[in-house]
């Protein structure tokens, strides 16, 4: 059955990740990056995840798993070796409405956690539905290679000069051109040369362009409107 691909934010959001070992902690960075609420539910929990309770980064149950544990939670992950202990989260994450994910198990799993490329706020995520994650990680290094760290820059210019864009132009199609003539501009290969203020009057020679054909568009409106 086909997947819905979304991207869910978590920011100040209970997660509840079950099992203390070394993929429950790859798991737990993850969620912290999204500014998640952590709660680690374990009897056994490795010292990276120790420490990060010491700091008040995470929250540690320190016994095994009980349902009543993914109460409030937005979604739990299930990280031991222990089936029974995975079952139990999936079947308490039914019962509560908690989609929860079971690592390596997708015959239990609500939902997949993909692959994923980050350059800023450009993400590039890659699902298998569980068939075959090696060609996910396959993937994801060759686009590691096609997507370089210049995209995230690039992408943070794009956004001010959108936000620029919406301020000073009216019109949406008009706003719509100058969005087309961002991308059309030499900026992303100046970006990517090193060149950020050649990049930024690319932009705004663009932006210029097309607030002062806004500006002429709406004098002209109002100069053919009845009086």
Not at 74 to 96: F, H
Request: proline letters at 5%; hydrophobic letters at 45%.
């Amino acid at each position: 059955m086909p997947l819905y691909p979304l991207f869910l934010k978590l920011d100040g959001r209970r997660c509840v990740v079950v099992g203390g070992g070394t993929v429950a902690a790859r798991k737990v960075r993850a969620l912290l990056e999204c500014g998640a609420r952590v709660t680690v539910v374990s009897p056994e929990i490795r010292a990276e995840l120790e420490k990060c309770a010491e700091a008040n980064e995470i929250k540690i149950v320190h016994r095994a798993f009980e349902p009543g544990d993914l109460e409030g939670a937005a979604i739990a992950i299930a990280a031991t070796n222990d089936r029974k202990v995975n079952e139990a989260v999936a079947n308490a994450g039914r019962e509560r409405g908690v989609l929860v994910n079971v690592v390596d198990v997708p015959g239990l799993c609500d939902f997949y956690v993909p692959s994923r490329v980050d350059r800023g706020d450009l993400q590039i995520a890659i699902c298998t539905g569980g068939a075959f994650p090696a060609f996910a990680k396959r993937l994801r290094l060759a686009l590691e290679k096609q997507f370089g760290p210049e995209f995230a820059a690039y992408l943070e210019l794009l956004a001010r000069y959108r936000q620029e864009a919406k301020a000073r132009i009216a019109d949406p199609h008009q706003r719509a051109k100058a969005e087309e003539a961002f991308l059309d501009s030499p900026a992303f290969a100046l970006v990517a040369e090193g060149k950020y203020e050649e990049a930024e009057k690319a932009l705004s020679a663009c932006l210029a362009r097309l607030s002062n054909k806004d500006k002429q568009d709406i004098g002209d409106e109002e100069e053919s409107c009845p009086s």
